[in-house]
């Protein structure tokens, strides 16, 4: 039987850009976070570019400080996938790890169960509001601010894409709109 609803248009999806933070603001987040486990939260969510339940499913053993790499074991689609390890962020873990001892899960919550994601979500929040960030941060922000800051620093796609996790490089090419340095070089017609 022929398909009667060819004709009707179908709605376009809307696309939306990555909403970003800058290199300073998010430095400033982690100065003003006091306490070393919510720091070591936003730096993990902004150096390794991981998701909020990335982190939450990182265990002890996730950490490779030999090869300076950490291990996400079924991220989104079930995927495995390894990302950078930050030579200031692993001081800081060892750190957080002499003055909480968790057990099994990177970042444990109370009683050493896994921290909740709304928890994760509050310390991004307070962070921003210390560092006197008007806008709304979420811990994804943080990701895109991850992939936005590797392609400024000239990253090949290819490598940001893996470092992500993304099956696609079109999911990854939306940094490219965000990316200021592709901007910087164009000169604007009211300055000519």
Same mark, same amino acid.
């Given at each position: ?126 962070? *921003? ?49 965000? *990316? ?13």
């Amino acid at each position: 039987m022929p398909n009667r609803f060819y004709s009707i248009e179908r709605p376009r999806k809307k696309q939306t850009l990555p909403k970003v933070l800058s290199k300073e603001e998010i430095k400033a987040m982690i100065q003003c976070t006091r306490n070393i486990k919510h720091r070591c939260i936003i730096s993990l969510l902004y150096s390794a570019g991981l998701r909020r339940s990335e982190l939450i499913n990182l265990k002890l053993l996730d950490i490779d400080s030999k090869r300076m790499l950490i291990r996400v074991e079924g991220a989104k689609g079930g995927k495995d996938r390894m990302t950078l390890l930050s030579e200031s962020l692993l001081k800081e873990l060892r750190v957080y790890f002499k003055d909480y001892r968790p057990k099994e899960w990177l970042i444990e919550g109370p009683n050493g169960k896994q921290y909740s994601g709304t928890s994760l979500t509050k310390i991004v929040n307070r962070g *921003a509001k210390w560092a006197k960030i008007s806008k709304r941060v979420t811990p994804h922000m943080l990701r895109h601010s991850f992939a936005t800051h590797l392609m400024e620093d000239g990253v090949d796609l290819r490598y940001i894409q893996s470092l992500l996790g993304h099956a696609s490089s079109k999911t990854t090419e939306i940094y490219t709109h965000v *990316a200021v340095n592709s901007f910087k070089s164009i000169k604007n017609p009211l300055d000519l």
